[in-house]
């Protein structure tokens, strides 16, 4: 039986995971790095890569003890290629290719924001091709019409700031600890005021893109314009989080009608966001289709998604022989040419 062990050292977070064929994900471990960075205020790349190198031989060991297998038993191993923070990446890609080499095993190199998107076939019910995918993480915001495995067309994105981005930003502007988005949203739930209201960045105007930098500078107006109190706070990231999310639902619509699409996958950091859940599902019930969420710990960085993707590779024959193992990584790496 197919067994596959993705390696995701990206960003912030070692995440090593096994993905079985007939039993779905066997292994699952996570270190986050959260704690460390958050002295800083946001992640030191340094500091990152080093504590990947810490991580990530016992976090595989701990993922074969959990699944209860050796390393004979794996068919392939599969590690993020790219996009993310050089240093952290290459330690999971030398890590993973010297693994493959030792064990004699074929390996997989994987688009970060695949593994994001492929997510939600992880779960019981999982969306059938082709789908409209929104991808919103701490990096990127993206509109993806999926056709196929591989066949991923980028239809809209954000032309600033990623959602997740000013997310963190509004919340560090609002002296929130780090990461902040999490915390916003935490925070945004006892938002009371309902006359409060920011802008829907370029929802006035044709087209699928976005611009989340604007609202982080209007926070920053309200918040100057407040009385500092704790309730105030909680209405500013409320009308906040409003914005965000009604703007990622309007593009979703727009982009719906355009592919024709009944199904919705939504991914990425930001999808763990319980307001956004509900809006988008609420907008695929009314439009008679369904939106696909990962379960939450497999909507921040994982090891999981990248060991599904390789496996969904796997599968295609798309594996590197084993003895060529080169090192290669790619900081910057457009989806869209993921695969061409
Ligand atoms: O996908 P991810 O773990 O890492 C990247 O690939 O970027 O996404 C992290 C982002 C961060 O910006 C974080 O603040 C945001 O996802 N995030 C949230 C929530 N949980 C995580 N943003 C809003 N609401 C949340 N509940
Ligand atoms: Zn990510």
Same mark, same amino acid.
């Given at each position: 039986m197919t067994k596959i062990l993705g390696i995701e050292t990206s960003c912030d977070e070692t995440g090593i995971a096994i993905y079985d064929e007939q039993k779905g994900i066997i292994a699952h471990q996570l270190y986050s790095q959260v704690a460390m960075h958050g002295e800083y205020g946001g992640v030191v790349p340094e500091l990152a890569s080093r504590d990947h190198v810490r991580k990530i031989i016992p976090l595989v060991d701990a993922s074969l003890k959990e699944a209860n297998i050796t390393p004979e038993q794996l068919s392939a191993v599969a590690y993020t290629q790219g996009p993310g923070l050089i240093g952290a990446l290459l330690v999971g890609a030398t890590i993973g290719q010297s693994l493959a080499y030792a064990w004699q095993l074929p390996s997989i190199g994987i688009h970060h924001l695949e593994g994001h998107l492929l997510a939600?076939?992880?779960?019981?019910?999982k969306p059938e091709y082709p789908f409209l995918a929104l991808l919103v993480s701490g990096g990127h915001t993206l509109l993806v019409s999926v056709k196929a495995l591989g066949d991923y067309e980028i239809i809209g994105e954000s032309i600033d700031d990623a959602a997740g981005e000013a997310f963190d930003k509004t919340a560090k502007i609002m002296g929130l600890?780090?990461? /902040?988005g999490p915390i916003l949203a935490k925070l945004a739930e006892k938002g009371q005021d309902q006359t409060m209201r920011f802008p829907r960045p370029m929802t006035d105007r044709p087209g699928l893109d976005f611009s989340f930098s604007g609202l982080k500078t209007f926070a920053a107006n309200k918040i100057a314009a407040s009385d500092g109190s704790e309730q105030s706070k909680a209405d500013i990231a409320k009308a906040f989080q409003d914005a965000v999310v009604d703007t990622l639902a309007i593009k979703c619509k727009r982009a719906l009608k355009q592919t024709g699409a009944t199904s919705l996958v939504v991914a990425g950091g930001v999808s763990a966001n319980i307001s956004l859940r509900e809006k988008l599902a609420k907008l695929m019930r009314d439009i008679g289709g369904k939106a696909y969420y990962p379960r939450h710990e497999y909507c921040?960085?994982? /090891?999981a998604m990248i060991a599904y993707a390789g496996y969904c590779h796997f599968k295609q024959g798309e594996i590197l022989k084993p003895n060529k193992y080169p090192v290669k990584v790619y900081p910057r790496w457009p989806l869209s040419e993921a695969f061409s």
């Open positions: 939600p076939m992880l779960e019981g019910e600890d780090y990461p /902040g921040t960085d994982n /090891g």
